[in-house]
């Protein structure tokens, strides 16, 4: 799960973006400070990013700062959980979720059609799972409770839901700040979610 490096002279070109700029969104906390890797190359130190993550958040800055302040960008890239509560009724009005899942996720978990941000992350995953066809609705219940059965690990900064599937079986883990996992040969990686870009997309649907 080795991703993808680029240098930051690369990035700079390749976005239009200034040197100010860039240490500037990571000053308000846009670009997280663990993305900015040092690494030794023959012409001594530099600094490297995750590609797809930094150009991704990049396009996301660009795209919005005309219509929210740099402020207002890091509160939505902040993968804190903030005091929210929506009915499931102004989740499908948002587009959030789908009236179908919604309804699935309510037969499933008892805790009323008032959902906080936590409730909401885990109806958004089985949302863009179900709605892609990469689960059928028991695997659906199986990463729902596994959820609600560790919503205080799910809350972590680098927290990542990987599902697998051998043999027609399948199961799922939450990954952790990232770490190399390997799995037996034959295994196939059903889907992997970063609950960080995840927060990101509940919370650009909710600022739309």
Not at 106 to 112: A, F, H
Not at 173 to 197: C, D, M, P, R
Request: overall charge negative; aromatic content about 8%.
């Amino acid at each position: 799960m080795n991703e993808e490096l680029i240098s930051k002279k690369d990035l700079l070109e390749l976005t239009g973006i200034s040197y100010g700029q860039l240490y500037r969104w990571k000053r308000k906390d846009l670009i997280p400070e663990e993305w900015f890797v040092r690494k030794s190359t023959f012409t001594g130190q530099e600094t490297f990013f995750p590609k797809e993550k930094i150009l991704d958040r990049i396009n996301k800055i660009q795209t919005m700062k005309e219509n929210l302040s740099l402020d207002e960008l890091a509160e939505m890239f902040s993968p804190n959980l903030t005091e929210l509560n929506l009915h499931k009724d102004e989740l499908i009005k948002r587009n959030i979720v789908s009236d179908q899942v919604i309804h699935f996720y309510l037969e499933n978990d008892v805790r009323g059609a008032q959902l906080n941000l936590s409730r909401i992350l885990e109806v958004f995953i089985l949302d863009k799972l179900l709605q892609s066809g990469e689960i059928n609705l028991e695997e659906g219940k199986m990463i729902l409770q596994m959820l609600k059965d560790n919503e205080t690990v799910s809350k972590q900064k680098k927290c990542e839901l990987v599902v697998i599937r051998k043999l027609g079986i399948s199961s799922c883990l939450l990954l952790i700040n990232g770490e190399e996992i390997h799995f037996e040969k034959g295994t196939k990686v059903i889907a992997q979610l970063s609950f960080l870009y995840l927060m990101e997309e509940i919370k650009a649907k909710l600022v739309e």
